[in-house]
């Protein structure tokens, strides 16, 4: 019987991209990023959550490789900062709908 085991650097690289995406409000952040940039206040309205809860989940992401910045603008008296997927977000985007599929749900 032969076995198709990852690579120790390739099941981490894994590993860490599914810990990212573990929580469904930041798979909606992927989803969403793949059109436009955005804020994470933008998507917190969007998504009917708190701005810190959002700005948590951009944190993540960002931390994992799958969005970078994408400019800033002022914003009542503060600076509102936007994200876009980076490449290797762009990447990921089309298995969250081949993920879902698979889930059937």
Do not use: W
Request: charged share 15%; hydrophobic share 50%.
């Amino acid at each position: 019987m032969s076995t198709n085991l990852l690579a120790p650097r390739q099941a981490d690289a894994v590993a860490h991209v599914c810990a990212a995406l573990s929580h469904p409000t930041r798979a909606t952040v992927l989803a969403a990023l793949a059109t436009d940039a955005a804020s994470p206040v933008r998507l917190a309205r969007s998504l009917d959550q708190s701005i810190a809860s959002v700005s948590h989940h951009f944190h993540v992401l960002r931390r994992a490789g799958l969005l970078r910045a994408a400019g800033t603008r002022p914003n009542r008296g503060t600076i509102e900062h936007f994200y876009a997927l980076s490449p290797a977000g762009e990447a990921r985007v089309p298995l969250l709908a081949s993920i879902a599929a698979a889930s059937g749900k």
